[in-house]
C-alpha cells in the first residue's frame, strides 16, 4: 500500500483510547471469524508457499542464556510456540546443524521435510537434538533450498528459508553471505531471513549480510522471550505471504512490443529502473480501470521515493497522455506492498483523443534508489472494464461532500468480533457494518472489503490500543498506514478529511478513512476524492503496520479495531431518482444474528469500554441512526454495467 509523508499524531476524543488494552489471541488459537481451513489451505495450495527453518544447534548451544534455561531449550520452546501458532496445513520443514558430531564441516541434515504442517513431529525433532558441533551455516542454506519444493508451473510461490543461529559461521566454506547471494537470485520466489540468539559483533554482521543478500530481514533476539516474538513474527510473514491471482505474462521491454492484455487479471515480474509495456484494445464507450500492485519481499531496503508509476497513453493517429499515476514508500524503514490505478473514463461531451477507439498502451516503470533491495517484484495486473449507461438513462447528481460520514462522524461501538483480514485483493476477508478485531505483523498489510451500494458512503477507523513494549525500544517508531481502494482497485484519497498514516510507538492512536457517497457521475468531478467513487460494489480497506514495529511492540502481532460504517441507503442503480432498496425480513434478521453481542465472551474489548472511546451511551444512540441497507449480491467489477 502506498503511504504518504507521515503526519503528527492529533489528540483522540477525550484521550478515552488510552484507557484501551488488547490481550494477544493464544498461540495457535483460530479467530471466530477466519477462513475455514479447507479455504485456507486451498490457498495455499496456489500460491505455493512453504517454510523451512534451519536451527543452530552447535555447541555454544548448550550454554545459559540468562533466563534460567539454556539457549537450545529456549529454541525448543520458541519453535514449539511458531508451530502452534502457524496455519494447519502451511508446508513447513526444519533443519537443523551441528547436532550429530563434535566435529564437522558437513554436519547438517533435514530433521523434518517440508511438506503439510506437522506440529508434533517438528516439536518432537526439535526435542530430539542435542547440541555437539560446529556452525555449518553456509552448507546448511545451500541444503535448505533444496528443501523446499519447488512452485507449481505457472504459479507464482514465496518461499522461505528462517535461519536461528547464535554465532557466526566456523567452517568458512562455502561463505554464508555468497551462498545466500546466490540463493537469492532476482529474489522473486525464495527469501531467507536470519534470527541473531544473543549475537554481536561479527555474528550480528554476518547473519545482516545473510539475510541482505537473500532479500530478507534480520531480526534481533537478545533474549529467550524476544526469541520466540521474532521467530512467530518471521515465519507468519511466510504464511500470510500475499496471494497472487492471473495469468502469467511478460510485459514488453519497449512500447512496440508491448503485451497484448484483455479484461481479466496477470500476473508479472518488474526489476529496478524496468519499465514493463501492455496495449489494450479499448471501444470508444466503456471505461476502462488499469490496476497494478507490486509485492515486494515485505520489510526489505527501500528508499524514501522508490516505487511505481504508471502511464496511460492512445497509439492512434495522434499520441496523448489519457493518464498517470504512482505509489511510492515515502519512508526508508522498509518495504511494503504498492498498489495504483490509471483509467481511460470517456468524457461526458465526447470528442477527445482519449474517447477514440483503438489500441491504448500501459507502461509500468519502478523506480529504484541505489542500495535499495536490488530483488525482481512480483506485480499484479488488473485490467477491467465498465459499460456505459443504458441509452436514455440520466445519472444521479455527483457527490463530492462527506457530510455526515466526514471526520466527525460517530464511529459504530459494542464488542468487536474476531477476523483475520486477506494477504491482498484476491482474498481480502468480507466484512459488514460493525467492530472487528485483528492483528497485524510489522511489514504487513491486511486487506478487507465492503460492499457499498449505490448512494452510499463508507466510513471506518482502525483503532490501535495501548501495547507493551520492549525495554531497549528506546527512540524507535514506526508508523500505521490504512488506504481505501475502489471496486477496479484504484486508490481513493482521504481528499483532507482524514487522517489515514500516523507515527506509531506502541501508544493508543487512531486512523480513519472513507468516501463520498458512490455516485456515477463522480467520473467527472475535478475533486480527487471522488473521482474513483463511481461504482457501486466492494471497496477495499487495507491497514499496513510499518516493519521498524519489529523493535517496539512485546507482543509478536499488534492489535487494531477496526469500526466499519456504511453510511445512507442503498438505491437500485446509478440513475436519477433510483429508488431505495429495501430489506427483507430475512436480512434484518441476518443483520441482527451479526450483531455487536455476536462476539464470543472474553474476545476483546468490553462494550463499556468501546463506548467511552466514543464518547459514552449518548453516542451510541446518535451511531444507531446511520441507517445502513443490507448488500445485494456482489457485482463483479471487470464487467460492470449500467442498471
Same mark, same amino acid.
Given at each position: 500500500?502506498? !503511504?504518504?509523508?507521515?503526519?503528527?499524531?492529533?489528540?483522540?476524543?477525550g484521550?478515552?483510547?488510552?484507557?484501551?488494552?488488547?490481550?494477544?489471541?493464544?498461540?495457535?488459537?483460530?479467530?471466530?471469524?477466519?477462513?475455514?481451513?479447507?479455504?485456507?489451505?486451498?490457498?495455499?495450495?496456489?500460491?505455493?508457499?512453504?517454510?523451512?527453518?534451519v536451527?543452530?544447534s552447535s555447541?555454544?548451544?548448550?550454554?545459559? @542464556?540468562?533466563?534460567?534455561?539454556? +539457549?537450545?531449550?529456549?529454541?525448543?520452546k520458541?519453535v514449539?510456540?511458531?508451530?502452534?501458532?502457524?496455519? @494447519?496445513?502451511?508446508?513447513?520443514?526444519?533443519?537443523?546443524?551441528?547436532?550429530d558430531?563434535?566435529?564437522?564441516?558437513?554436519?547438517?541434515?533435514?530433521?523434518?521435510?517440508v511438506?503439510?504442517?506437522?506440529?508434533?513431529?517438528?516439536?518432537?525433532?526439535v526435542a530430539?537434538?542435542?547440541?555437539?558441533?560446529d556452525?555449518?551455516?553456509?552448507?546448511?542454506l545451500? +541444503?535448505?533450498?533444496?528443501?523446499?519444493?519447488e512452485p507449481?508451473?505457472?504459479?507464482?510461490?514465496?518461499?522461505?528459508?528462517?535461519?536461528?543461529?547464535?554465532?557466526?559461521?566456523?567452517?568458512?566454506?562455502?561463505?554464508?553471505?555468497?551462498?545466500?547471494?546466490?540463493?537469492?537470485?532476482n529474489?522473486? #520466489?525464495?527469501?531467507?531471513?536470519?534470527?541473531?540468539?544473543?549475537?554481536?559483533?561479527?555474528?550480528?554482521?554476518e547473519?545482516?549480510?545473510?539475510?541482505?543478500?537473500g532479500?530478507?530481514?534480520?531480526?534481533?533476539a537478545p533474549?529467550?522471550?524476544?526469541?520466540?516474538?521474532?521467530?512467530?513474527?518471521?515465519?507468519?510473514?511466510?504464511?500470510?505471504?500475499?496471494?497472487?491471482?492471473?495469468?502469467?505474462?511478460?510485459?514488453?521491454?519497449?512500447?512496440s #512490443?508491448?503485451?497484448a492484455?484483455?479484461?481479466?487479471?496477470?500476473?508479472?515480474?518488474?526489476?529496478?529502473?524496468?519499465?514493463?509495456?501492455?496495449?489494450?484494445?479499448?471501444?470508444?464507450k466503456?471505461?476502462?480501470d488499469?490496476?497494478?500492485?507490486?509485492v515486494?519481499?515485505?520489510?526489505?531496503?527501500?528508499?524514501?521515493?522508490?516505487?511505481?508509476?504508471l502511464?496511460?497513453?492512445?497509439?492512434?493517429?495522434y499520441?496523448?497522455?489519457?493518464?498517470?499515476?504512482?505509489?511510492?514508500?515515502?519512508?526508508?524503514?522498509?518495504?511494503?506492498t504498492?498498489?495504483?490505478?490509471?483509467?481511460r473514463?470517456?468524457?461526458?461531451?465526447?470528442?477527445?483523443?482519449?474517447?477514440?477507439?483503438g489500441?491504448?498502451?500501459?507502461?509500468?516503470? !519502478?523506480?529504484?534508489?541505489?542500495?535499495?533491495?536490488?530483488?525482481?517484484?512480483?506485480v499484479?495486473?488488473?485490467?477491467?472494464?465498465? !459499460?456505459?449507461?443504458?441509452?436514455?438513462?440520466?445519472?444521479?447528481?455527483?457527490s463530492?461532500?462527506?457530510g455526515?460520514?466526514?471526520?466527525d462522524?460517530?464511529?459504530?461501538t459494542?464488542?468487536?468480533?474476531?477476523?483475520?483480514?486477506?494477504?491482498?485483493?484476491n482474498?481480502?476477508?468480507?466484512?459488514?457494518?460493525?467492530?472487528?478485531?485483528?492483528?497485524?505483523?510489522?511489514?504487513?498489510?491486511?486487506?478487507?472489503?465492503?460492499?457499498?451500494?449505490?448512494?452510499?458512503?463508507?466510513?471506518?477507523?482502525a483503532?490501535?490500543?495501548?501495547e507493551?513494549?520492549?525495554?531497549?525500544?528506546g527512540?524507535?517508531?514506526?508508523?500505521v498506514?490504512?488506504? &481505501?481502494?475502489?471496486?477496479?482497485?484504484?486508490?481513493?484519497?482521504?481528499?483532507?478529511?482524514?487522517?489515514a498514516?500516523?507515527?506509531?510507538n506502541?501508544?493508543?492512536?487512531?486512523?480513519?478513512?472513507?468516501?463520498?457517497? &458512490?455516485?456515477?457521475?463522480?467520473?467527472?468531478?475535478? &475533486?480527487?476524492?471522488?473521482?474513483?467513487? +463511481?461504482?457501486?460494489? #466492494?471497496?477495499?480497506?487495507?491497514?499496513?503496520l510499518?516493519p521498524?514495529?519489529?523493535?517496539?511492540?512485546?507482543?509478536?502481532?499488534?492489535?487494531?479495531?477496526?469500526r466499519?460504517?456504511?453510511?445512507g @441507503?442503498e438505491?437500485?442503480?446509478?440513475?436519477?431518482r433510483?429508488?431505495?432498496?429495501?430489506?427483507?425480513?430475512?436480512?434484518?434478521?441476518?443483520d441482527?444474528?451479526?450483531? #455487536?453481542?455476536?462476539?464470543?465472551?472474553?474476545?476483546?474489548?468490553?462494550?463499556?469500554?468501546?463506548?467511552?472511546?466514543?464518547?459514552?451511551?449518548a453516542?451510541?444512540?446518535?451511531?444507531?441512526?446511520?441507517?445502513?441497507?443490507?448488500?445485494?449480491?456482489?457485482?463483479?467489477?471487470?464487467?460492470?454495467?449500467?442498471?
Open positions: 500500500m502506498a !503511504r504518504r509523508h507521515r503526519t503528527t499524531a492529533r489528540a483522540l476524543v484521550g478515552a483510547l488510552l484507557a484501551l488494552g488488547m490481550s494477544p489471541l493464544p498461540a495457535g488459537a483460530a479467530p471466530v471469524e477466519a477462513q475455514s481451513p479447507r479455504q485456507s489451505a486451498q490457498l495455499r495450495a496456489d500460491g505455493q508457499n512453504s517454510l523451512v527453518m536451527l543452530d555447541g555454544s548451544m548448550k550454554e545459559a @542464556d540468562g533466563s534460567g534455561s539454556t +539457549r537450545i531449550a529456549s529454541a525448543r520458541a514449539g510456540t511458531v508451530v502452534d501458532a502457524l496455519p @494447519d496445513g502451511y508446508p513447513t520443514g526444519l533443519r537443523v546443524y551441528g547436532a558430531k563434535p566435529k564437522g564441516f558437513d554436519d547438517t541434515r533435514l530433521a523434518r521435510p511438506e503439510p504442517l506437522d506440529r508434533a513431529a517438528i516439536k518432537q525433532a530430539d537434538v542435542t547440541p555437539k558441533g556452525t555449518p551455516i553456509g552448507l546448511s545451500r +541444503r535448505a533450498a533444496a528443501d523446499l519444493p507449481a508451473k505457472g504459479s507464482l510461490g514465496r518461499r522461505t528459508i528462517l535461519l536461528i543461529s547464535d554465532g557466526e559461521d566456523t567452517c568458512g566454506a562455502p561463505r554464508p553471505c555468497a551462498v545466500a547471494e546466490q540463493l537469492g537470485g529474489g522473486v #520466489d525464495l527469501r531467507i531471513d536470519t534470527i541473531g540468539f544473543q549475537v554481536r559483533g561479527k555474528a550480528r554482521d547473519l545482516e549480510c545473510i539475510a541482505e543478500a532479500h530478507g530481514s534480520y531480526y534481533d533474549d529467550a522471550e524476544a526469541l520466540a516474538r521474532q521467530l512467530q513474527r518471521a515465519s507468519r510473514l511466510s504464511a500470510d505471504g500475499y496471494r497472487f491471482k492471473g495469468e502469467q505474462i511478460k510485459g514488453g521491454s519497449r512500447a #512490443d508491448a503485451a492484455v484483455a479484461p481479466g487479471q496477470y500476473v508479472d515480474t518488474i526489476g529496478p529502473g524496468e519499465t514493463r509495456w501492455y496495449a489494450a484494445e479499448l471501444d470508444a466503456s471505461t476502462a488499469m490496476a497494478v500492485t507490486a515486494p519481499q515485505p520489510g526489505v531496503k527501500v528508499a524514501y521515493g522508490d516505487g511505481i508509476e502511464k496511460l497513453t492512445s497509439s492512434n493517429e499520441t496523448s497522455s489519457c493518464g498517470s499515476a504512482n505509489a511510492r514508500f515515502a519512508q526508508d524503514e522498509g518495504a511494503m504498492l498498489t495504483t490505478a490509471v483509467s473514463v470517456p468524457s461526458a461531451e465526447g470528442g477527445q483523443f482519449c474517447d477514440e477507439r489500441r491504448y498502451l500501459l507502461s509500468l516503470h !519502478r523506480s529504484s534508489t541505489s542500495g535499495s533491495d536490488p530483488a525482481r517484484w512480483p499484479e495486473l488488473r485490467y477491467g472494464t465498465e !459499460r456505459p449507461l443504458k441509452k436514455g438513462m440520466v445519472p444521479a447528481q455527483s463530492t461532500e462527506y455526515k460520514a466526514g471526520k462522524a460517530v464511529p459504530p459494542g464488542t468487536p468480533r474476531n477476523v483475520t483480514g486477506g494477504t491482498g485483493f482474498d481480502a476477508r468480507r466484512l459488514d457494518r460493525g467492530i472487528w478485531r485483528d492483528r497485524l505483523l510489522p511489514a504487513q498489510t491486511r486487506f478487507y472489503k465492503v460492499h457499498v451500494g449505490w448512494g452510499q458512503q463508507l466510513r471506518y477507523s483503532d490501535f490500543a495501548n507493551p513494549t520492549v525495554a531497549n525500544a527512540g524507535a517508531s514506526s508508523f498506514d490504512t488506504a &481505501v481502494f475502489a471496486p477496479g482497485r484504484s486508490p481513493v484519497t482521504p481528499g483532507g478529511e482524514f487522517t498514516q500516523k507515527p506509531y506502541g501508544e493508543p492512536m487512531s486512523v480513519e478513512h472513507g468516501t463520498v457517497p &458512490v455516485s456515477w457521475t463522480n467520473r467527472w468531478e475535478s &475533486v480527487q476524492a471522488a473521482v474513483p467513487v +463511481r461504482s457501486a460494489g #466492494d471497496y477495499y480497506i487495507a491497514v499496513s510499518g521498524e514495529a519489529s523493535k517496539i511492540a512485546k507482543n509478536a502481532a499488534i492489535g487494531v479495531v477496526l466499519v460504517d456504511v453510511v @441507503d438505491r437500485d442503480g446509478p440513475h436519477h433510483a429508488p431505495v432498496l429495501h430489506d427483507s425480513e430475512e436480512e434484518k434478521g441476518e441482527a444474528a451479526h450483531g #455487536d453481542s455476536a462476539a464470543p465472551a472474553g474476545a476483546g474489548w468490553s462494550g463499556a469500554v468501546i463506548a467511552a472511546v466514543a464518547g459514552g451511551a453516542v451510541v444512540s446518535v451511531a444507531v441512526l446511520l441507517l445502513v441497507r443490507r448488500r445485494r449480491g456482489p457485482v463483479d467489477p471487470m464487467t460492470r454495467g449500467g442498471a
